[in-house]
């Protein structure tokens, strides 16, 4: 027989701690249905998606009934469009439109993969499909875009850093009647991984199986309860540890629904994402999680080093619960949907520069940021430039989701309701880096790539 | 295949009785009964055999949990996978 305190925990896990799958996301490859015309290959990629996912939803709700688990997301992930318009050309929207029927046909939450991956240059394809992103987000709902404009193998791609600042702000303007929620949908990374669950940045990788189901866990709120029990008296070493035992039973929960819905579906099993993922519900903050360990508020000094040990310690105990881990795997901290990083950006103590310090230890980057509607798109070049050397120097996967509200300035707040929540104005730093941006050209690969 | 039954909140008759019975109409036998005070709450854990359930395992489930709201209690049903997995290397 099972303990019974073992039991409680579980239960206590899930009912009062927000304990829950993420979301399980099953991507599939569109590289069989590029096609010389555009309306067939739309109409092959319609095709295929619905039969690979049409049990994806039905599965998810039947996992969560047998195990009691909430499974919040089912989504989809698919190959990069602009792999598939490079090989039939037209207008990229077409795809954007097909991929948000998709959506509604199988009932997914979210569809990732309006995506060019352009570290080292533009193939064709690529850059059609950026320039459309803003009218696509504009003229879809469950559709999420991303872009890869560096990684440590290439280095940066400052073309493509220049014009993912302007395409930041078409998409606020385009959807400015929507509380600017275009660009909360669309991230601009480096390093960025093949395998991610995780919205806005899911897409299939070109080396991926034709079609394979990935899972992300969530958890902070337990983390959280975890370290309150433990009590301020405990020293860093037993917060670490606390910390890996949680992350081991968490991530344990990820390989068994991941596991039981890949044998369910029929479809191989990929990855565990070991993260901690927010959302704004009280009581599942990352944030709470730091100022559990003696921080006052989040955003003060000793945050990056409290952020640290916390996502070392989540990996360290994830990665032995589950066989294959991937994806972005690591605490996230996006600000909107983070109740105790919103209270933290309200008040002041959390600062664009805080977060940018705390994306080089921790996943992914400076995420759900919104940021004054005047902020000009070679600003946003710059914050992307930025986060994309972190990520390229430390070897690690680094994003930008800023969302310029626009018409509004620090004081004011956008609200996106649902997972994406809202957030605060925050101050950016508004001196220009115009001159730096419009260079263009390439940041060279560093040093560490050179491992061979 | 076994599921874990929990149930949680205040102590009164017939808790093991109605629960039991839910279980025999649908032909789960009731392998392991333990209960305990945890913190103030009456709990009560019930390990079932659920491979020969006459219904599905979310009808079960749901008819449970029905009949723990009637009574004013929590109760949970759930695949005993989900505790392995999380407690036992």
């Known amino acids: ?272 994402d070991l993260s901690l993922a927010p959302t704004p519900a009280v009581g599942d903050s990352v944030a709470h999680i730091l100022e559990e360990m003696g921080l006052q508020t989040c955003g003060c000094h000793g945050t990056t080093a409290a952020l640290a040990l916390l996502n070392d310690a989540v990996k360290k105990g994830g990665v032995m619960a589950s066989s294959h881990v991937g994806g972005l795997s690591g605490a996230f901290i996006p600000v909107s949907e983070d109740a105790g990083m919103i209270d933290a950006a309200r008040s002041g103590a959390l600062s664009i520069e805080k977060l940018e310090a705390m994306t080089a230890v921790c996943s992914v980057g400076l995420d759900m940021i919104v940021i004054p509607g005047d902020t000009s798109a070679e600003v946003i070049s710059a914050i992307i430039a930025d986060e994309a050397a972190i990520g390229m120097v430390n070897s690690k996967t680094t994003a930008v989701r800023v969302i310029p509200a626009i018409g509004k300035n620090v004081g004011e707040e956008l609200e996106f309701g649902g997972l994406l929540g809202s957030g605060p104005v925050m101050r950016v730093n508004t001196v220009s880096p115009a001159g730096f941006i419009h260079r263009g050209g390439r940041i060279p690969a560093p040093l560490q790539s050179l491992k061979n | 295949m076994r599921a874990v039954i929990s149930v949680i909140g205040k102590d009164m008759v017939g808790i093991l009785a109605k629960i039991s019975a839910k279980c025999a109409e649908v032909n789960a036998n009731v392998v392991d009964v333990t209960q305990t005070i945890l913190q103030d709450m009456f709990v009560m854990v019930m390990m079932i055999e659920i491979s020969n359930l006459s219904c599905g395992f979310p009808e079960l489930v749901d008819s449970l949990t029905r009949e723990g709201t009637e009574m004013g209690l929590s109760v949970h049903v759930m695949h005993e996978d989900i505790f392995n997995s999380m407690h036992r290397i």
Do not use: W
């Open chain 1, 1 to 272: 027989m099972i303990n019974v305190k073992d039991i409680m925990e579980t239960i206590t896990m899930i009912d009062e701690e927000n304990l829950d799958i993420r979301t399980i996301t099953m991507g599939i490859s569109l590289l069989d249905c590029a096609d010389g015309d555009q309306k067939r290959s739309c109409e092959k990629i319609y095709e295929k998606v619905c039969r690979k996912a049409e049990h994806l939803v039905k599965t998810g709700e039947e996992i969560e009934k047998t195990y009691g688990i909430p499974i919040i997301n089912k989504r989809i992930s698919v190959t990069p469009i602009a792999m598939i318009l490079a090989a039939s050309g037209g207008n990229p929207v077409e795809y954007a439109k097909t991929l948000e029927k998709i959506a509604r046909t199988v009932g997914v939450n979210f569809i990732g993969g309006y995506s060019a991956l352009v570290q080292k240059g533009f193939a064709a394809g690529d850059e059609a499909l950026i320039r459309s992103i803003p009218e696509a987000l504009s003229v879809t709902e469950h559709m999420c875009s991303s872009v890869n404009v560096g990684s440590t193998k290439t280095g940066i791609n400052m073309d493509a850093v220049r014009l993912m600042g302007q395409i930041v702000r078409q998409s606020a303007e385009m959807t400015a009647d929507r509380d600017c929620i275009g660009p909360a949908k669309l991230v601009v990374f480096c390093n960025a991984p093949e395998d991610n669950p995780f919205m806005a940045g899911a897409f299939h990788g070109a080396g991926e199986p034709d079609c394979v189901i990935n899972v992300g866990v969530s958890g902070p709120g337990v983390v959280r309860a975890a370290l309150a029990k433990l009590g301020p008296d405990h020293d860093l070493t037993e917060v670490a540890d606390l910390i890996k035992r949680t992350a081991f039973k968490i991530t344990r929960m990820g390989q068994l629904v991941g596991r039981e819905a890949s044998s369910r579906l029929g479809v191989p099993f990929g990855i565990v």
